[in-house]
């Protein structure tokens, strides 16, 4: 199995670019999830979805938008980059809320 | 809402000691504990969770300690070795909430 595959593995943006960070994942999951991780520190939700057509915001959503019309996969969007969404973005999945999620590699995302 | 930290940002160790990341947590509904190991340029490895009901749980080499009075949650790692050099994140939820919360993570160096 391949898990969760994220693409891209790097990208630099320019400011006010758009782009869809890619995810999919093939365990059947219910529930997927996106986290950005800044430099030396956490990880912040972005979005998370419980199940195709369902999503909801999550500890930092300003900026971004996500869609989940298949089971498999859950892109995020980025409308309008900025600067302060240069970050490393991962996404996760589990098979239902309250329980250990598994992650992709990751995107290195810069907006210059 | 809920926060987490961790007592270092770096931990550093001889091989061969064993090892002792601390975390905290503030929200006394939290029920579902978690400890992640992130290598430099990787998502998130699952090392080992725990759910409210128990105070300890063991798996190789690894053992996490739950104490709920004081909200606070500990990995041991047993005979440390130098691939277990990584930055470790614990992570919370409950069973009200459908995402983990993250900690800001300790680095473990483990010096030869």
């Known amino acids: 199995n391949a898990g969760v595959t994220q693409t891209p593995k790097f990208r630099i943006l320019k400011i006010g670019q758009s782009m869809t960070l890619q995810c999919t994942q093939d365990m059947n999951h219910n529930y997927m999830y996106w986290y950005r991780q800044d430099p030396g520190m956490g990880l912040k939700l972005i979005y998370y979805s419980v199940g195709a057509g369902i999503t909801d915001k999550g500890e930092v959503p300003n900026g971004y938008n996500v869609s989940r019309s298949t089971t498999e996969d859950f892109p995020l969007r980025l409308e309008l980059a900025a600067p302060s969404q240069t970050s490393v973005y991962f996404c996760a999945s589990s098979y239902r809320g309250n329980e250990k999620l598994f992650f992709g590699s990751g995107t290195q995302l810069s907006v210059l | 809402g809920e926060s987490v930290g961790l007592h270092l940002p770096t931990l550093s160790v001889q091989e061969g000691d064993n090892s002792i990341i601390n975390c905290a947590y503030s929200?006394?509904?939290?029920?579902?504990f978690i400890w992640y190991k992130q290598e430099s340029g990787k998502g998130p490895q699952f090392i080992i969770d725990?759910?409210?009901?128990?105070d300890k749980r063991q798996g190789q080499r690894v053992t996490v300690l739950l104490n709920k009075t004081v909200k606070h949650l500990s990995l041991q790692i047993a005979a440390t070795q130098p691939g277990d050099s990584a930055v470790y994140f614990c992570?919370?939820?409950?069973?009200?909430?459908?995402?983990?919360?993250f900690g800001s993570g300790t680095r473990l160096q483990v010096q030869p």
């Open positions: 929200n006394s509904a939290s029920d579902y």
């Open positions: 725990i759910r409210s009901n128990m």
């Open positions: 992570a919370v939820s409950d069973t009200g909430r459908r995402a983990l919360t």
